[in-house]
């Protein structure tokens, strides 16, 4: 982390946790057998392995053999939508997402109609959420798989997936989530969500970035992405990166515990409590007031361009919802489809805390905005 600059973008990316630094650390050097080798080399690399699966399962309420890693939430996702296109039914190609999903399941959504799917992408409400009955007036006979994310990258709000989960099952029909952006700040035992499918990305919960799991509640059919010495239960063929493996396992098992989403909370709300002070209805709130991850604030600078914003603040590091070009603002697709005013939206700045963020550094931002955003 660099100590000079204020690291507000946690929904980019997390910094490793020392705990699992620690985990890691000892497999950088150590065992070096393929865990698939019955030997002696082998056996530890596996032993490790088999112990950072268990972890994930532990974390998602689930079964070791209901776990696959990957490469992270880009792959869990292709892996989802591809292998339940690929593994469906002759005669059902229909899938059903929505408007607000990251490109890592907007664009294999895109590839499947390549494919010859069909995919319909329901809307959202002006903060973000899903209306189950808008998912339940979108499926179809046809309609193999529906996916929506279970918290959203941008603007935080966490949607109805139990609620969703029950209208799937009725219809006999799977539910994927992108939980990329929930695991470890919000609760994401498979059961309570009644998902088939889930998808974790390690760099978004204090673990390595370039790995990640799927879960797959068992009995479901899924072909695989990558095909070889049959790795993964013949799921997702490749030798086990044990290094990154074990970092996700210990992450997991640190993202078991909540405790701290009541302290970012806090520290959140303090922060939109200091801009709403500072300029009242000059900002406003982008994602549901409530039902939104703990440590994720977006906020629009009515009438500014959060992207300038930013640029006279280099030293904190925070995300824009809207692309600007030389002459136009294109707001982000989220914003879109929550129908958010250009005006606003092209002044969207998204603050997403994290477990070493400080009051000190909130205090630290608020000084800088209020310089950066009067200019
Ligand atoms: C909601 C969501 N899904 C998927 C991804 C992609 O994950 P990865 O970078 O591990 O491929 C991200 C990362 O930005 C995300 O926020």
Excluded at 80 to 101: D, M, Y
Excluded at 113 to 136: F, H, K, M, N
Excluded at 166 to 177: K, N, P, V, Y
Excluded at 246 to 264: I, K, N, P, Q, R
Aim: proline fraction near 5%.
């Amino acid at each position: 982390m660099d100590s000079i600059g204020i690291y507000l973008d946690y929904n980019a990316s997390t910094p490793i946790h020392p705990a699992v630094q620690e985990a890691m650390a000892p497999f950088l050097a150590g065992p070096y057998g393929n865990p698939s080798s019955g030997h002696w080399a082998g056996a530890p690399a596996a032993r490790a392995v088999a112990h950072a699966r268990a972890q994930i399962a532990g974390l998602l309420g689930c079964s070791p053999g209901e776990v696959i890693f990957t490469s992270g939430g880009t792959e869990s996702n292709n892996a989802a939508l591809l292998g339940a296109f690929w593994a469906a039914g002759e005669g059902r190609r229909h899938f059903v997402t929505t408007r607000i999903e990251h490109p890592a399941v907007v664009e294999p959504c895109r590839f499947l109609e390549r494919l010859g799917a069909e995919v319909t992408s329901v809307g959202v409400d002006s903060q973000g959420l899903v209306d189950p009955g808008d998912i339940a007036a979108a499926i179809r006979a046809d309609t193999v798989l529906v996916s929506v994310m279970h918290a959203n990258n941008e603007v935080g709000t966490i949607q109805p997936i139990a609620e969703i989960a029950r209208l799937t099952r009725e219809a006999g029909i799977l539910l994927h989530s992108d939980a990329a952006q929930s695991v470890g700040k919000v609760a994401t035992r498979v059961d309570e969500l009644g998902v088939d499918l889930l998808s974790l990305a390690g760099h978004k919960f204090y673990g390595p970035k370039g790995v990640g799991a799927l879960y797959v509640r068992a009995g479901t059919k899924l072909e695989p992405l990558l095909h070889g010495a049959g790795h993964e239960g013949g799921r997702r063929a490749g030798t086990e990166n044990v290094l990154l493996d074990v970092g996700l396992g210990a992450a997991a098992e640190l993202a078991g515990d909540l405790a701290w989403a009541e302290g970012v909370r806090e520290l959140r709300d303090w922060l939109w409590g200091e801009l709403r002070s500072r300029w009242g209805e000059q900002v406003a709130l982008n994602g549901h007031p409530t039902q939104r991850l703990p440590n994720t604030l977006n906020v629009s600078f009515v009438g500014r361009r959060g992207a300038a914003i930013l640029a006279a603040m280099p030293e904190v590091a925070a995300s824009t919802g809207s692309a600007c070009h030389a002459d136009s603002n294109t707001l982000s697709p989220v914003l879109e489809a929550m129908a958010v005013p250009l005006a606003a939206g092209a002044g969207a700045i998204r603050f997403s805390l994290g477990r070493m963020t400080t009051r000190g550094e909130l205090e630290a931002l608020v000084e800088r905005l209020t310089v950066a955003a009067e200019r």
